[in-house]
Each structure stands twice: as structure tokens, then as C-alpha cells.
């Protein structure tokens, strides 16, 4: 199977390794992946703040990068670390295509997203639902609780696939977080225009995670893992955040060879 790694901006320029441990999980159960270097925005930003036609172009590069007739070949899935640039192209990629057709624009938008917008998964539904797997052959000895981001448990449905997985990493505890289902307070810009509540919901969700005794909290969005992580910069809690891509590449192998480094 081979398919495209999305990255998505914030882990191009803020979390390069959640994109290395991507490609090192997927190539170890035998997935090829390539990187399309011509990949920019999924236009999410301009769109959730209300500049709906400025995020076409982008969505349209996004179908010209990810979709078939390339020189390269066509790809197996799109496979991105973020739910809510998955849920961009899956929820909000049609909506754009329609509404071009109803201002009367013709269905050119529609007919060009529609090929990418099936195949563009999130990695751990990706890697449930698709490859078939839960036991990745992962090791992790800390104990972690999982906060599942609103993109993907409203928005993909996610479920209980990313506890699936970590439940199968050896040496993981995991603790249930208190409120999970509650956001963070990121929201994209909502955490510039409403600081104060966004501050709020994100002292709210490090309080719980901190109740669990966990050593990490990890999801799979590392804008809120941002936001959750400075909240716990700031309120000095001794907790991690972690994408779970960065948990589900780690092998036993790889840690015993830190500790060996280390030492």
C-alpha cells in the first residue's frame, strides 16, 4: 500500500517529529509513504473564521496535491496526524463544493475535491479501520490518559480507536481522563478572540489529566496539545504533552538504544 503523508502546517513548523514517527509506524507495518513537497494549508483557518472563498484556492491545491493523475501515481489514502485537518477535508471540503454550486459557480469546485476527500484519513482511524490493526508492536513504559480533541470525536467520530491502540503498547498504563469529552479551550482563533475562557477550559482539562497521576497526556492534534502544554507550563504541572503518533513509533528496541545512549 502506499500513501500520502499530510502533515498539516502546525506540524511542519512547529512538531517535525510527529511526521518523522508517522512515516517510522507506517513504514514498520509495511506501509509506503511519501511526502508531497508541494503541500501547504488545508485552508481550515481562513475557512472557521469566516473567509470561506479565500480557503478555496487552498482546498483546490490540497486536491491538486493529494489527487489522482499525478506523475508520481495515485495514492492508496492521504494519511494526516490531525483530526481536525482530516475533518476539514471531510466535513468541510463538501460543504465548500456545494455552496460553489448554489452561488452559482458551477460544481467545478465540487467535481475536483470530490477524489481526495474519501481517501484522507486520520492516522489512528487509518490505522484501525483500514490496515486492520490495534497491536502496533509499540512500547511505552509511562503512564498516559488520552484526551480525545473535538474534531475528532464530533466532528470524525473517532471513538475509541486511538484507546484501542494504546491500550495494546506494552509497558502503557492508561488512565481514564475525568471529563474528556470537554474541549480544551483551543479552538483555533477562538483561543485569541475569548482568552479568558479558552484559559478557563484549559486550566479545567490539566486539573483532570493531573488527577489521573499520569506522566503524559497525549491526543491527536497537536494544536491543542499546544494549548494544554502551556497550560501546563504555566500552572508547573510535571506532565508531558505527546501526539500519539510519537507514543504508537516508539519500540522497545528504540528505548533500550536511548537508555544505552544515555548512559
Avoid at 452561488?103 to 481517501?119: D, F, Q, S
Amino acid at each position: 500500500m502506499r500513501v500520502a503523508l499530510f502533515l498539516t502546517c502546525v506540524n511542519d513548523t512547529l512538531y517535525p517529529d510527529t511526521g518523522r514517527a508517522v512515516v517510522k509506524l507506517l513504514n514498520r507495518l509495511g506501509v509506503e509513504v511519501d511526502f508531497p513537497a508541494a503541500q501547504t494549508c488545508c485552508g481550515q483557518p481562513h475557512y472557521n473564521t469566516g473567509y470561506r472563498r479565500e480557503a478555496e484556492p487552498l482546498a483546490t491545491h490540497y486536491a491538486d496535491t493529494f489527487g489522482p493523475g499525478l506523475a508520481s501515481g495515485d495514492y492508496d489514502a492521504i494519511i494526516t496526524p490531525s483530526g481536525s485537518c482530516a475533518a476539514m477535508v471531510r466535513e468541510l471540503y463538501p460543504r465548500m463544493g456545494e455552496r460553489a454550486r448554489s452561488e452559482g459557480r458551477g460544481g467545478h469546485l465540487a467535481a475536483t475535491l470530490a477524489p481526495v476527500i474519501p481517501k484522507t484519513y486520520e492516522l489512528t482511524e487509518f490505522l484501525v479501520d483500514v490496515l486492520g490493526v490495534t497491536d502496533v508492536g509499540a512500547y511505552y513504559p509511562h503512564k498516559v490518559t488520552y484526551h480525545p480533541t473535538c474534531h475528532g470525536l464530533r466532528s470524525l467520530g473517532l471513538g475509541d480507536r486511538p484507546t484501542q491502540l494504546l491500550s495494546k503498547v506494552k509497558g502503557l498504563e492508561l488512565a481514564e481522563l475525568p471529563g474528556a469529552a470537554e474541549c480544551c479551550g483551543f479552538g483555533g482563533t477562538f483561543a485569541v478572540k475569548n482568552a479568558d475562557v479558552s484559559s478557563a477550559m484549559g486550566t479545567d482539562k490539566v486539573r483532570n489529566a493531573e488527577s489521573t497521576g499520569a506522566d503524559v497526556l497525549c491526543a491527536a492534534d497537536n494544536s491543542c496539545l499546544m494549548h494544554i502544554g502551556g497550560t501546563m507550563s504555566r500552572l508547573k504541572v510535571g506532565m508531558r504533552p505527546v501526539h500519539i503518533a510519537e507514543i504508537l513509533a516508539n519500540t522497545e528496541e528504540a528505548s533500550t538504544a536511548e537508555e544505552g545512549a544515555l548512559a
